[in-house]
């Protein structure tokens, strides 16, 4: 069965820091780009980052560009999320997504989520 | 960065109905263009990727078509487990962007 599980979300302070995973199970890891996808409480689907097959290509939202980074580790088929500068408006449920393609340009959809990990930012 | 414009925002409509959906991107995708069904507390589900194609699983009634910047999802016959927020979504080039969505909600 093919699963991505989401962890390392939490409640954190404004500017602070936090590192979300992902653990992926069931097909071939490195054969497939992998997306963060947020939604905030009551709000609607937000691309956050996606990242190529082999690292080779990566992108990020503009709202989080320069604060976040995703890194993946085929040998472990997991996928990260290190995010920082932390802002209240980065509250929200964070998916765990598997890209159609190897590719995150002229890709198709993603046909795979997780079911999120939660990200409370206050103090 | 490529804006992604539905509408409309809300839709009632009946069991039976036939529905469609709009998606206009300020600027070309090409065909790379996904809708996405979201249930409440539920994960988005695929529907459809690169404008027509139907994902493995999902319902013959749904159908996708357009080119370019304008974009169509049409369910033919709404069935009562079609009410859902639906997501238009493009992967032509980064930053990928989805639409606001569109909730469609019975009549």
């Known amino acids: 069965e093919v699963q991505l599980v989401e962890s390392g979300g939490g409640l954190v302070q404004p500017g602070r820091s936090l590192r979300l995973s992902c653990a992926a199970s069931g097909f071939t890891f490195d054969d497939y780009a992998m997306h963060w996808v947020r939604q905030g409480p009551g709000k609607g689907l937000e691309w956050v980052s996606g990242i190529s097959w082999n690292s080779g290509r990566i992108g990020y939202a503009d709202s989080v560009k320069g604060r976040f980074t995703i890194s993946r580790d085929n040998a472990k088929n997991s996928l990260h999320l290190q995010m920082s500068s932390l802002r209240a408006e980065d509250t929200a449920l964070y998916y765990c997504?598997?890209?159609?393609?190897?590719?995150?340009?002229?890709?198709?959809?993603?046909?795979?989520w997780g079911q999120g990990t939660t990200v409370t930012v206050s103090s | 960065d490529i804006q992604m414009t539905q509408s409309p925002s809300s839709l009632s409509a009946s069991v039976g109905d036939r529905v469609t959906i709009t998606c206009r991107a300020s600027q070309s995708v090409s065909s790379y263009l996904n809708w996405y069904q979201q249930k409440p507390g539920k994960a988005p589900n695929l529907l459809i990727y690169?404008?027509?194609s139907l994902e493995s699983g999902v319902p013959s009634r749904f159908s996708g078509s357009g080119s370019g910047r304008d974009f169509t999802l049409t369910i033919s016959g709404l069935q009562p487990e079609d009410f859902a927020t639906y997501y238009c979504?493009?992967?032509?080039?980064?930053?990928?962007?989805f639409g606001q969505g569109t909730k469609l909600e019975i009549k």
């Open positions: 997504v598997k890209g159609l393609t190897m590719i995150v340009e002229t890709s198709s959809g993603l046909d795979v």
């Open positions: 979504h493009q992967s032509f080039s980064l930053p990928h962007t």
């Open positions: 690169v404008a027509s």
